[in-house]
Structures are given as C-alpha cells and as structure tokens.
C-alpha cells in the first residue's frame, strides 16, 4: 500500500506560477513511477506529466516548457513546478504512484483567473 499526500495549488492569474508537491509513504520501495494528471470540470481525466524513478521523464504536448517535474528520493516527494499558467490549466491535479497498481492523492484545485 502506498500513501500519498498532496500539497499546494491555489489560484493564481495567468502568467503565474504555482508547485504542487505530492509525499509519498507506506511502501514506496515499490514504487516504479509517480504522475501528475488533472481533470477540469465536464472533461475527461488528463495525463500531465510523469517521472521513473531513474529520473526519466515524460510531459503532455500542452505542458511541455511550462510545467516541471522533479522527485526526491530520499523524502519520497515529487513536485510540479508550474510556470506560466493558462486559464486552460485550471483543473484538479492528482498525484499518483503506480507500484503495480495505481495509487492516488486527494487531489488540489488550480484555479488560473485570465
């Protein structure tokens, strides 16, 4: 079982910059890969970014250059750092780990305001 928790968001105006960070505990030796995805009201959840635990990377088109993913090892955290925000970037984030299966975070809302 593997726990996450989620932190920051926020609402912010356009050009703005937010992190969102995610800890992870429980069994995190398991842990293969960790995810951002966001789901904004009425649409379908969205791939954002990921991060292997080798430190690969991988980013949907419309994030990439602006959002950034990093992870911590030795504390278990994986952080988005994200710059230059659009009022289509608003959504509720999601921090994931999949370790066989996937687990999730409670999500935190992004509100960009144009």
């Known amino acids: 079982q593997v726990q996450l928790v989620q932190s920051g968001g926020g609402s912010v105006q356009a050009g703005g910059s937010l992190r969102l960070s995610c800890a992870a505990s429980?069994?995190?030796?398991?842990?293969?890969?960790m995810k951002w995805v966001r789901q904004s009201p009425g649409k379908a959840r969205e791939f954002v970014s990921l991060i292997y635990r080798d430190g690969r990377t991988e980013y949907a088109d419309s994030v990439k250059g602006r959002f950034t993913i990093s992870q911590d090892i030795t504390t278990n955290t994986v952080d988005l750092q994200i710059h230059s925000l659009e009022p289509e970037d608003t959504a509720m984030y999601f921090c994931g780990a999949f370790a066989g299966v996937d687990y999730w975070g409670q999500g935190t809302r992004v509100t960009v305001s144009s």
């Open positions: 429980g069994s995190t030796s398991s842990i293969q890969l």
